[in-house]
């Protein structure tokens, strides 16, 4: 069972994507399975900062409408971007 970490705030514009992105980052670079999970689908910052790089970001990014639970039991921690 992953570990689960939200970042959240009902205010924008506060760095939630920034945070989710490097958190998730931070995590990959030290050998874990993370999955980032995008559930802003209004502006979906996390899914455009991974479209920003043909390679990716080294993590998948996941829109939440597009979540699998039984992909995500194998992980170490799932990110959300609230």
């Not at 958190?23 to 979906?44: C, H, N």
Request: proline share 4%.
């Amino acid at each position: 069972m992953p570990k689960v970490i939200a970042i959240t705030s009902e205010k924008g514009g506060v760095g939630k994507s920034t945070l989710a992105v490097h958190l998730s980052g931070a995590l990959a670079e030290r050998g874990l399975a993370v999955t980032l999970i995008d559930e802003d689908g209004r502006v979906g910052s996390s899914l455009r900062w991974a479209r920003r790089r043909e390679e990716g970001l080294g993590f998948p990014v996941v829109d939440a409408e597009e979540v699998k639970p039984k992909k995500l039991a194998d992980l170490d921690a799932v990110v959300i971007d609230t």
